[in-house]
């Protein structure tokens, strides 16, 4: 009995360590079968002709998470198209993945595997701003090409330092996401005159996250007096919270035009059921979490919510750089993308095979000359170009959009270029 | 006899802060009381579980969060309510409990504590990485209209469905204690949990009485899980926070006080929400969850080194 039970138990626990060994090798542990076998290339390379090596790409992200699993799953897909389009320079391209698992540890050990063992050409992925300041020290050490698809504290930028040429990041930092969203208020209000914004709060998760946008909602929307700030702070149900009674109380005294609440996604539909059974119904509702949580849009509550975000599915209507991407992925996934990290890291995969194009080579220096030329149509609904932000030399993105909920789709709403629908003002009484 | 009036006191104390309290902010009562019966409805069937079993299950949040998930599949499939999905969801959690104490927690029974220990928070491990395979990190939830009821009285406005587990918290309360008092099951379980061998001499089976309770708690709290998704997202790390806060509850309540555990809710919902009335302390509640698990179970022992 003792035997048999230990043989389940070993069972048992090396399920789930041995589809954890598959996710770091594939990177895409939805669909393994569509996936190239990157733990096998190593062994096999040398065997090889040295002309046919492929070029690696190394990118670390968080595989448990969704951003990082579609993050990386979208970086698959474009690898794939552009082997399927013949390779870059008559070499395939390869692309090998590591989970950070959101730790900082495991993050830089994932990027001296990548350097040292895996000998790859250039460094991906990223999103959490803790795990990239973990890994700056040892890519400093290598000084390797890197195109970060996330990490938007400003910490990781003064991590870095001015002198980081290698350091291609494409999600805006902090600043430049609150900045955006300013501006883009006061556009929206001005083509919109019937909305008009002059009381502010914001409900925050008690965590860093949700601290560091209260104070930067504070600093970007209170600096000219314009507009009144307020804020709560509430615990995340991601964090063992999901309580929102107190905040909303403070909130619906305060009678706020526009409502924010800085959280998770598994704040997104109880905030809303909460808010309706204290029937709070603020002139604009809008959330900003990472993403959003599966079939949002299906809920009744979801219509008219306003949210931030870089791409929504509706960009296909305006990008077709958004509907390649998009139909590429649910044909090969058979999921819909549900986060824009998906996107970002697509557009990743292409930023680099664009400049190894045009610098005819791997070459660390010829890589970052063609690399600052970039000027690429992304699937985000804008062309990506490098150019110095207040401390790095390489910055990619630097606005958010602001998007709305309508019937069951986000539609881009500012800015108004990429506009996929009109808002719908005000936010409908419950 | 000092005893008594020390008690009519604290009694007396207690009705005037509520009183206090419901005409000061009475929210701070109604919210309190919800996430009382939220805390206590999850709490109970681990305290039932350590009363009888002995065994500090650090697994138990996990079975809520499997559960969740299991209402979330036939919910989804079938388009039922998941007050309804709670029955089977029970019957199959209760099922599924009973198979890890065969096959888990009934070869650590003798072991030392920090064994078992280990091992369910192994299972825990394990439960929620395996969920995590299956449906990533990412939340879900199934929105109901019931869920916004509410109820106007004045210019106040509050939520009304969070007394759905006050009703519940109490129902179990009420259940167990007949259970355990009325039935020849639940007296042989209150027998096994207070003396195994002396259970074992006069003919109780104790590993089936075990075992018999750790499915009746798995079941209990497989039903939280159905009720749960009614108002929570859930994801595969969901659970692990209500294990710590029950198993403090539990602390708190003292082993094997089920009706002790709502009382430790109760005082644990009202201070919360109370500091959340203040802005200042909005972000305090779980200092005051800490501090008064301190002083109870401080209090508790200088009482007990007096006597």
């Given amino acids: 009995m003792k035997k048999a039970l230990a043989i389940v138990m070993i069972i048992a626990l090396a399920i789930p360590a041995f589809a954890a060994g598959q996710k770091e090798a594939t990177g895409t542990p939805a669909a393994p079968a569509a996936t190239a076998a990157p733990a096998a290339a190593p062994a096999a390379a040398p065997a090889a002709a040295p002309a046919a090596a492929p070029i690696k790409i190394g990118a670390t992200w968080p595989l448990g998470d969704i951003t990082g699993k579609q993050g990386s799953m979208a970086a698959q897909q474009a690898v794939d198209e552009i082997n399927a389009a013949g390779g870059l320079l008559g070499r395939k391209l390869e692309l090998i993945v590591i989970d950070d698992e959101l730790k900082a540890d495991k993050g830089a050990a994932a990027i001296e595997k990548l350097v040292t063992v895996d000998n790859v050409d250039v460094l991906m992925g990223g999103m959490a701003s803790g795990v990239a300041l973990g890994q700056i020290p040892t890519m400093k050490k290598y000084g390797k090409v890197v195109i970060s698809t996330g990490a938007a504290s400003s910490t990781v930028e003064n991590a870095l330092g001015a002198d980081a040429n290698w350091y291609f990041h494409l999600h805006p930092w902090d600043y430049n996401q609150g900045a955006s969203y300013v501006q883009g208020w006061d556009e929206i209000q001005k083509k919109y005159p019937a909305i008009k914004l002059v009381k502010l709060f914001l409900a925050y998760e008690e965590g860093a996250f949700g601290k560091a946008s209260f104070d930067q909602t504070k600093i970007l929307f209170g600096a000219d007096g314009r507009y009144q700030i307020d804020g709560a702070p509430f615990k995340s149900a991601a964090q063992g919270g999901g309580d929102y009674s107190a905040v909303l109380e403070a909130a619906k005294q305060y009678r706020p035009d526009l409502f924010l609440w800085a959280g998770y996604d598994a704040d997104a539909l109880p905030l809303l059921e909460q808010s309706k059974a204290m029937k709070f119904s603020p002139g604009l509702y809008l959330g900003a979490p990472p993403g959003w949580p599966a079939d949002f849009g299906k809920s009744p509550l979801a219509n008219n919510v306003m949210l931030y975000g870089m791409w929504a599915p509706s960009i296909n209507d305006i990008s077709p750089v958004s509907k390649k991407f998009y139909d590429g992925f649910v044909a090969k996934y058979k999921v819909e993308p549900a986060t824009y990290f998906a996107p970002l890291s697509y557009s990743a995969v292409y930023v680099f095979a664009d400049a190894v194009k045009r610098a005819g080579s791997t070459d660390t220096a010829a890589l970052i000359t063609a690399l600052k030329a970039t000027n690429y149509a992304s699937p985000l609904g804008q062309s990506i170009t490098f150019s110095p932000s207040k401390v790095i030399p390489n910055q990619g993105i630097r606005n958010q959009k602001i998007l709305q909920w309508q019937k069951g789709r986000q539609e881009v709403i500012w800015p108004f270029e990429s506009a996929t629908a009109q808002p719908v003002y005000p936010f409908p009484a419950w | ?307």
Avoid at chain 2, 150 to 163: A, Q, R
Wanted: charged fraction near 10%.
């Fill in chain 2, 1 to 307: 006899m000092a005893n008594k009036r020390n008690t009519t006191i604290l009694v007396g104390l207690i009705t005037v802060v509520l009183v206090g309290i419901l005409f000061w902010r009475p929210t701070v009562l109604i919210y309190g009381l919800q996430a009382a019966g939220l805390y206590a409805s999850i709490a109970i069937p681990m305290g039932l579980i350590l009363g009888i079993v002995h065994i500090v299950n650090l697994a138990h949040g996990e079975f809520m969060m499997l559960a969740a998930y299991l209402t979330y599949m036939v919910c989804s499939a079938l388009g039922i309510d998941p007050f309804v999905a709670m029955v089977p969801v029970a019957v199959v959690t209760a099922g599924f409990g009973l198979i890890i104490y065969k096959l888990t927690i009934r070869q650590a029974i003798k072991a030392p504590e920090l064994n078992q220990l280990i091992l369910t928070f192994g299972l825990a491990i394990a439960f929620s990485q395996v969920v995590n395979l299956m449906f990533t990190s990412q939340p879900r939830k199934l929105s109901f209209g019931y869920v916004s009821a509410s109820m106007d009285i004045g210019e106040l406005t509050f939520g009304t469905f969070n007394f759905v587990f006050v009703l519940v918290a109490v129902l179990m309360v009420v259940g167990l204690r007949l259970f355990l008092t009325r039935t020849t099951a639940g007296k042989a379980a209150l027998a096994v949990g207070q003396n195994p061998n002396g259970a074992a001499i006069v003919g109780i089976d104790v590993d089936k009485t075990y075992g018999f309770v750790f499915a009746l708690a798995s079941g209990m709290v497989g039903m939280m899980g159905a009720m749960f998704i009614t108002r929570s997202s859930i994801f595969p790390a969901v659970g692990s926070p209500f294990t710590m806060k029950s198993f403090c509850l539990v602390a708190m309540a003292g082993i094997g006080n089920i009706p002790g555990i709502l009382g430790a809710s109760v005082l644990l919902g009202i201070s919360e929400n109370f500091l959340k009335a203040f802005r200042s302390t909005r972000g305090w509640s779980d200092i005051v969850f800490f501090v008064l698990i301190l002083v109870v179970i401080l209090g508790r022992s200088i009482r007990g080194e007096k006597a």
